[in-house]
Each structure stands twice: as structure tokens, then as C-alpha cells.
């Protein structure tokens, strides 16, 4: 498209990022619960697979559902266990700066949320049932704006609640009056 | 703090018992009864005809009554020094206590059977900024127009100012910032909500045509209705039914439109019928939005917004100008947040990935289409997918010359969208986040997507497609200095 220029090839690997990462990653424990939770979602769709492949008559014109739709099971079993949990690790990140919330998540789709202390109205700390099997935690962080929430999955339970009494108690000193 | 003795100890007040006649007649309360009705009815038939059609006339107006008289006589309500306290509720009862801080709004209105009876109708709004619901909101029905007045002023000026008396506060200098210039409602045609309104009426009316009884239907001769004279007459009918309709429309919402500055609020009254008073806090505007639907570019018309935090029913309320000429909105915007200078449009990669966006859609049906020709024959489909290719092209240009950003001293502004176009300019302080994306495809054009999280409005306005290298100057710029986060090296 950009005519004979050649791009360096650091920009068509690693295309630069548009803000920095954040500091720290998340506990290794978050691995085996996001593989955990890929084989939870296989099974379920493993299920409603077997049940296309079985109740498909072989004579309809749709007969190529029959091994069409368990490829695709199995394709996406093979992501969501072997591929995803390792890629998101390796994109996700955390970082509590002096004065905001920094995270980093996703893995095709990235996103990069900060908020600043000084605008934090809630500051959650959840545990969900597979969490717990693996002793890991969510904090949320809630402002004014329905959009301006951001959670930091996975961290080692008692990190989580650290950091959210930290949070919650700057956030109380620096509190804005402007929401 | 205190006041005289009568401040210390709100007043428990009633509502006037002309309410009572209003409720009746418009099956306020009564309403609730329609769900365990209608079973009854269809059980027992309307085989009766005329006599049936009476008696459950009379039978609904007095429950009605007597539901509207027993609500009256249970409600009262008490504006005190620091919380204003409705007490309701026929057999339990419920005290709902709202703190005066937490006030964000009073609403006056005055629909046209309150009007015929001198009456008003208060909306007490204390929204929580994260969690929206109607729960939030404090109505108090029926009072006379005096006495709405004074509870506004009363509950407003308590927040302000503790110590004075009601009535007593003088009245500050008025502002005009916008009248409604009525040759405005020509606009009305373009604009897809104001199109809306009598389609919706005129739904309702075809319902109501299927539930009333055999009888008192009008008569069609089906024969007359297929031939095509009849044919031109509906359609050409029902066209300008929708323009006179839609002009009919916004005047009714917006007759008399007025935008005045009172003091530190912003208030803004409207409507033909049902007059209402809306009482915005000026201190709590963060950002305008500026919206052009495709229809009203072609006669540069627009219509502002004011963003408002905690303010619940914001679409409706927020309206500063809810139809006039682009130079008129951006008068008004420009009064309320300074305006950042001229956008800063996004690069051709954004202009290729809204081009490629808008046509996947097309490619997929010309794709789908080619199979279908070559296995079945199915051509048309085949042409259905190319039309929609060509259309694609135009409108992914026309998404890309919407999207823009701006930076200025104390404010930036955002702008995307085809269909309505909302150009949003907000005050530095407003965001409390930034959400930053970047898809992958975005990663290998060198574009982000970066939403200003704000507490009023939609809850974010997005920059989309800006260069991946702009965002880290621009989040700083547009926002305070804790956003130099994402370009401060990491410890």
C-alpha cells in the first residue's frame, strides 16, 4: 500500500504500542484457572457438538455439519486451552502508580485502562468460585463513569486485598470534588 | 445553622385533592389493575356489545377513584432543612428520606389535565453518578403551581445556602441563552426521533382499531383498497402524514423552548401540552455534545446536549437545544466549555480500516452470492452483495471525515459517527479514565482507539483510529497530569 518504502522490521513484528505497559504481571496461578475455565467452555460446547454431529440426518444438504461443526469444537478447545492462557499471560499486566490504576488486558484486542486515584469512588475485591480454587482475587476499581471501571484479574488473594485497602485509603486523602 | 422554629420541624404536607380528579381520570393508580382485568374480560367476552363497553367504563372509573382518592390521602411529603421526606404507600407504608446534598435536579412540569386544574407536577432528581435507575427519582403529583415553586426554590437554595428562609432568597438576574425560533420545527422532517413519534401514533392507533369490539370498527371494502389510485392515496397520505406529523410533534415537545441562566443553574423550559421546567446545575456541566443526524447536515441543523454528572434521564433533560441552525449550537456550546480549535483528523489508515469496515458486510453477501449463482442460480443475491459493496465505499468515507480530535487550554473534543454525527466537547477535568484499544488489526495500522471515560452522558467519549503514537500526547493533553502514566517510563 505504502508504495516501495519498506517497513523496518521491528514495526511488522512488534508494532509499537501506543502508551507503555504497565509494570508488573500477574500471579502464574491465573494460567491454570483461564485453562480451567477453557475446559469448562470445551466441555459445554463438546456437548452441543456431539448433539449437531448425531441429530444432523446424513441426507440433508447441511450434512456437511456433521464433521464441520466438531472441527470447529475442536479447534476452539485447542485455543482456549493450549494457546490463549499462555498469550494472555504474556499480554497482561498491572502497575498502582503514585497517583492511578494502570492495567493492561486482553490478547488480539488489547486494552489499557488508567484511572486516576484521585477519582476513585469504590474500590471492590471479588472471588469467584474457580478463584478460589486457585486462591486468586479481582479488584475493581469503580468511578462516576459507567465506562471508567477497571478490574485487576487474577492477583494472589492476599495481594488483593492489600492493594485495595491502599486504594481505598488514598483514595479517601486525594479525593476530588470534581466526579 | 437553624432557622426560625418552624424550620427545625419540616411541615408533613398533602398534595391538593384536585389531584384526586386527574388520577381518576387519566387511571393513574388504576392502572396497575389493567394486567388482572384484561383475563377477566376476554374470560366473560365483550359478547354483551354496547351495555358490556358501559358498564366496564363505569366500573374502571370508580376503582379508579377510589384508588386515586386513597393514594392521595396516604401521601405526604416534607421539605426540611437538610432532606426532603415522602411518606406513601396504602397498606405499607414507605418513608423515603433524600438527602438535600445529594440533589441534583428539580423538575417542574405541567401536563395539560394538571394545567386545566391549576396543578404542577415536582421531579426530584438524586441519581447516583454508577448505578443508573428510576428508583433515584422523587415525584410529588398535584400541588398548585405556587407551591411547586417554592418547594423547588426551597430544596435548591437549602443546598446552597443553609441558613436562609424560604421565599425570602431574592431572585438573581436572568440570563437568556436560547429562545426557539419556531420556524426551527421545519427541521423536524429530517430528523429520525421526530419521524418516529407519529409512526409510533399511528401503531397505536391501528392496536386500537384490533381491540375494539366488531361493531364500532369502520368498515373497509376490500376491493377499493387494492386498486392503485387507492394505493398512490395511502402512500402519498401516509408521506405527508409523517412530515405534517413529525413538525406537529416537535412542536408539542418543544413549543415556547427557552433557555435561561438563573444564578449558578441553567433551566430550561419547554413544551406546548405538557410545559416542563428543568433545573440544571451549571457547576455540574462537564462537556456539550453537538449532534447532526445525515438528515439535518443537508440543512445544517443540530441539536446540543449538556453533559451533567449524576443527572438521571440525561438525554432528556441534559437538551439545551433540542432542534436549530449548526450556528446556533455552537453559539451555545461555545458559552458553556471553550471551544479547542479545529479537529485534528486521523490518518489514512483510519480512512482504510472505516473503507474495509464498511464493506466486509458487502464482500461476504458478494461472496455468498457468487456460490449461490454458480450452485443455484440465485443471481439476485449475487446483486444484492454488489449494491451493498458500492454503498459500502461512500459510507466508510463518510465515517472517516466524522472522526476528528482537538486539544485546547481547558477542554478537548471528540468526534465520530455517520448516521448521527456527535461531536463532544468536555472540560480536562471531566475524565476520570482512559481506556485505551487497540484491536489487532489496529496494531498492524498503527491506530488506537482512546475512550475519555467521564462521569455524565454516555459514560465515555471515544477518539477512534487516532495514530497509536498521537494517544500518549493526547490523553495528557485532554486530560490532568496523572494521565503522563502511560508515557512516564516504568520504575
Given at each position: 500500500m505504502g508504495g516501495n518504502v519498506r517497513h523496518p522490521p521491528r514495526q511488522m513484528t512488534t508494532a509499537p504500542s501506543p502508551v507503555r505497559e504497565p509494570a508488573w504481571s500477574l500471579s502464574r496461578s491465573a494460567i491454570g484457572l483461564w485453562v480451567t475455565e477453557g475446559a469448562i467452555a470445551s466441555v459445554f460446547l463438546g456437548i452441543g457438538a456431539a448433539a449437531v454431529a448425531l441429530?444432523?440426518?446424513?441426507?440433508?444438504?447441511?450434512?456437511?455439519?456433521?464433521?464441520?461443526?466438531?472441527?470447529?469444537?475442536?479447534?476452539?478447545?485447542?485455543?482456549?486451552?493450549?494457546?490463549?492462557?499462555?498469550?494472555?499471560?504474556?499480554v497482561h499486566r498491572w502497575e498502582i502508580t503514585a497517583d492511578a490504576v494502570y492495567t493492561l488486558t486482553g490478547w488480539l484486542t488489547r486494552t489499557w485502562t488508567l484511572v486516576p486515584i484521585s477519582r476513585i469512588q469504590t474500590v471492590d475485591v471479588t472471588r469467584g468460585v474457580l478463584q478460589q480454587l486457585f486462591g486468586l482475587s479481582t479488584v475493581a476499581v469503580l468511578t462516576a463513569s459507567s465506562q471508567g471501571t477497571v478490574r485487576v484479574w487474577h492477583l494472589e488473594a492476599d495481594v488483593a486485598q492489600r492493594v485495595a485497602d491502599d486504594l481505598a485509603h488514598r483514595a479517601e486523602q486525594v479525593r476530588d470534588i470534581a466526579t | 445553622m437553624n432557622g426560625p422554629i418552624e424550620q427545625n420541624e419540616p411541615i408533613a404536607r398533602r398534595t391538593s385533592p384536585r389531584i384526586v380528579l386527574v388520577h381518576t381520570v387519566t387511571f393513574r393508580q388504576a392502572r396497575q389493575f389493567v394486567p388482572a382485568v384484561i383475563p377477566i374480560v376476554a374470560a366473560t367476552g365483550l359478547g354483551g356489545g354496547m351495555t358490556t363497553v358501559v358498564a366496564l367504563v363505569v366500573g374502571v372509573t370508580l376503582l379508579s377513584l377510589l384508588t386515586a382518592g386513597l393514594s392521595w390521602w396516604r401521601f405526604t411529603y416534607a421539605d426540611g432543612p437538610n432532606s426532603v421526606v415522602v411518606t406513601r404507600g396504602l397498606l405499607s407504608r414507605s418513608v423515603r428520606t433524600v438527602p438535600n446534598d445529594r440533589i441534583r435536579g428539580v423538575e417542574v412540569e405541567t401536563p395539560v389535565l394538571h394545567r386545566v386544574f391549576g396543578l404542577v407536577r415536582v421531579r426530584i432528581d438524586a441519581a447516583t453518578g454508577a448505578v443508573p435507575g428510576k428508583d433515584e427519582e422523587v415525584v410529588v403529583d398535584g400541588m398548585s403551581a405556587a407551591e411547586g415553586d417554592r418547594l423547588r426554590t426551597a430544596v435548591l437554595t437549602h443546598r446552597h445556602v443553609p441558613a436562609p428562609d424560604d421565599g425570602a432568597a431574592p431572585v438573581p438576574a436572568e440570563e437568556e441563552f436560547g429562545r426557539f425560533d419556531n420556524r426551527w420545527l421545519l427541521y423536524a422532517p429530517l430528523v429520525g426521533s421526530?419521524?418516529?413519534?407519529?409512526?409510533?401514533?399511528?401503531?397505536?392507533?391501528?392496536?386500537?382499531?384490533?381491540?375494539?369490539?366488531?361493531n364500532l370498527r369502520p368498515d373497509f371494502d376490500e376491493a377499493a383498497l387494492a386498486s392503485v389510485s387507492a394505493l398512490v392515496i395511502v402512500v402519498g397520505g401516509t408521506?405527508?402524514?409523517?412530515?405534517?406529523?413529525?413538525?406537529?410533534?416537535?412542536?408539542?415537545?418543544?413549543?415556547?423552548?427557552?433557555?435561561?441562566?438563573?444564578?449558578?443553574?441553567?433551566?430550561?423550559?419547554?413544551?406546548l401540552l405538557t410545559r416542563r421546567h428543568t433545573e440544571l446545575e451549571i457547576d455540574r456541566i462537564r462537556g456539550t455534545t453537538i449532534a447532526e443526524g445525515a438528515g439535518m447536515r443537508l440543512v445544517r441543523a443540530a441539536r446540543v446536549n449538556a453533559l451533567v454528572?449524576?443527572?438521571?434521564?440525561?438525554?432528556?433533560?441534559?437538551?439545551?437545544?433540542?432542534?436549530?441552525?449548526?450556528?446556533?449550537?455552537?453559539?451555545?456550546?461555545?458559552?458553556?466549555?471553550?471551544?479547542?480549535?479545529?479537529?485534528?483528523?486521523?490518518?489514512?489508515?483510519?480512512?482504510?480500516?472505516?473503507?474495509?469496515?464498511?464493506?466486509?458486510?458487502?464482500?461476504?453477501?458478494?461472496?455468498?452470492?457468487?456460490?449461490?449463482t454458480a450452485a443455484a442460480g440465485w443471481w439476485w443475491l449475487l446483486v444484492v452483495g454488489l449494491v451493498l459493496l458500492a454503498l459500502g465505499v461512500p459510507l466508510g468515507l463518510g465515517r472517516y471525515a466524522a472522526l476528528g480530535h482537538a486539544t485546547g487550554p481547558g477542554s478537548f473534543s471528540v468526534r465520530s459517527g455517520w448516521l448521527v454525527r456527535e461531536q463532544a466537547l468536555l472540560q480536562r477535568r471531566a475524565v476520570v479514565g482512559w481506556q485505551v484499544r487497540q484491536s489487532f488489526f489496529q496494531r498492524r495500522n498503527g491506530l488506537a482507539t482512546a475512550l475519555a471515560c467521564v462521569g455524565a452522558g454516555r459514560g465515555g467519549y471515544a477518539a477512534i483510529d487516532m495514530a497509536a503514537a498521537d494517544v500518549a500526547d493526547f490523553t495528557v493533553a485532554a486530560s490532568e497530569l496523572w494521565a503522563s502514566t502511560f508515557s512516564r517510563p516504568a520504575p
Open positions: 441429530f444432523v440426518p446424513s441426507s440433508a444438504s447441511v450434512a456437511f455439519l456433521r464433521w464441520a461443526v466438531p472441527a470447529a469444537a475442536v479447534l476452539y478447545a485447542v485455543v482456549t486451552i493450549g494457546v490463549r492462557p499462555w498469550f494472555r499471560f504474556r | 421526530y419521524l418516529a413519534l407519529p409512526a409510533a401514533a399511528v401503531g397505536a392507533l391501528f392496536r386500537l382499531a384490533q381491540e375494539l369490539p366488531e408521506l405527508a402524514l409523517l412530515l405534517v406529523g413529525s413538525v406537529v410533534g416537535a412542536a408539542i415537545v418543544n413549543w415556547g423552548f427557552r433557555l435561561v441562566r438563573r444564578g449558578g443553574s441553567l433551566i430550561a423550559v419547554r413544551g454528572t449524576g443527572l438521571g434521564d440525561a438525554t432528556r433533560r441534559g437538551q439545551l437545544l433540542p432542534l436549530g441552525p449548526r450556528q446556533e449550537a455552537w453559539t451555545l456550546a461555545r458559552r458553556l466549555v471553550d471551544d479547542p480549535g479545529p479537529l485534528v483528523s486521523h490518518p489514512p489508515a483510519a480512512r482504510r480500516r472505516r473503507i474495509v469496515r464498511a464493506t466486509v458486510g458487502g464482500l461476504v453477501v458478494t461472496a455468498a452470492g457468487l456460490v449461490a
